[in-house]
């Protein structure tokens, strides 16, 4: 059976280096997985816990679909203010009060090219992942720094052998715990 993997950007910007390493997972992998882009994340609503009960809002409810029916999940997000993007938060706390990331293995690609990289969101996402019981797999957790410089901005995927190799094993890390 082909797994599925949810990939999910914490970008809202166009022309993302987070975005074009996501998509050139679905690239590189798209005959080993069944690669779904979460594409809503400018949409959800701001997170309010009286909210977080049925009926959800359209958007919490597909992105909770999502996790739920995937085998595995990939983050790739940048880091704003030393932490994590407010909207990419804010997706994460919709995901609090369900269940879908429970036990589900899940992995990052941390792809800043900064000297200090994005070392602060990551340490945010590994605090709610954990909190929100998901299965962090260390094989599937990695600093692939990805310039614009590799990304091609007709395809919006990354050129580079080398970056284009480290995603793949990096996923491949993330799926052997399927």
């Known amino acids: 059976?082909?797994?599925?993997?949810?990939?999910?950007?914490?970008?809202?910007?166009?022309?993302?280096?987070?975005?074009?390493a996501l998509h050139t997972v679905a690239d590189l992998l798209g005959e080993e997985i069944r690669p779904v882009v979460y594409d809503g994340l400018a949409r959800l609503p701001h997170f309010n816990p009286d909210d977080d009960r049925?009926?959800?809002?359209?958007?919490?409810?597909?992105?909770?679909?999502l996790?739920?029916?995937?085998?595995?999940?990939?983050?790739?997000?940048?880091?704003?203010a030393g932490d994590l993007p407010g909207s990419f938060k804010n997706l994460l706390d919709w995901t609090v009060g369900?269940?879908?990331t429970s036990g589900k293995p899940s992995g990052w690609i941390n792809a800043?090219?900064?000297?200090?990289?994005?070392?602060?969101?990551?340490?945010?996402?590994?605090?709610?992942?954990?909190?929100?019981?998901a299965r962090i797999v260390e094989e599937g957790c990695a600093?692939?720094?990805?310039p614009?410089?590799?990304?091609?901005?007709?395809?919006?995927?990354?050129?580079?052998?080398?970056?284009r190799e480290a995603i793949a094993a990096t996923v491949r890390g993330l799926l052997a715990a399927v």
Not at 1 to 20: E, F, K, Y
Not at 143 to 146: G, Q, S
Not at 148 to 163: E, H, I, N
């Open 1 to 20: 059976m082909t797994p599925t993997l949810l990939l999910i950007s914490g970008s809202t910007r166009d022309g993302s280096v987070n975005s074009a």
């Open 54 to 65: 049925d009926p959800l809002p359209a958007e919490v409810t597909r992105l909770r679909g």
């Open 67 to 80: 996790i739920e029916a995937a085998d595995a999940l990939l983050f790739c997000t940048p880091e704003y």
């Open 98 to 100: 369900g269940a879908e």
């Open 112 to 133: 800043s090219s900064a000297p200090t990289g994005a070392a602060g969101a990551h340490r945010a996402l590994r605090t709610v992942l954990t909190y929100t019981d």
């Open 143 to 146: 600093d692939i720094p990805v």
């Open 148 to 163: 614009r410089s590799v990304v091609d901005p007709a395809t919006g995927l990354v050129t580079d052998p080398a970056v």
